[in-house]
């Protein structure tokens, strides 16, 4: 199940990563933002750096921090999930809009 899991996620993140670098720019995408929620980057705005992260993070590619994790938690459920990168997903694509 573990592997399954790793498989979808790098998955999702091949193509996110593929379909943002041909449709826009991080910098077009960046949302300024006044919280943290969502920013696991730490750069101070919701972009494609901070969803691909959380992504990592689920495919067990990296470990985030306590802290990063809180921030990674974008619906507050205390769990980081692909419902959170859904959420910022979400959230950027409105923002595009």
Known sequence: MK?????ICVTVVLIV??????TVSAEETAKPIATDAGDVDG????????ISMIQRYLAAYCMLS?????????NGDKQVTIDDVTSLQR??????D
């Not at 592997?3 to 498989?7: A, F, K, P």
């Not at 990563?17 to 041909?22: G, I, K, P, Q, W």
């Not at 306590?66 to 974008?74: G, I, K, M, S, T």
Request: glycine share 2%.
């Open 91 to 96: 959230s950027l694509a409105e923002f595009a």
């Open 43 to 50: 750069s101070g705005c919701l972009d494609v750096n901070d």
């Open 66 to 74: 306590v802290h990063r994790l809180a921030e990674a938690d974008v």
């Open 3 to 7: 592997n399954l899991l790793s498989v």
């Open 17 to 22: 990563s593929v379909t943002v670098c041909f």
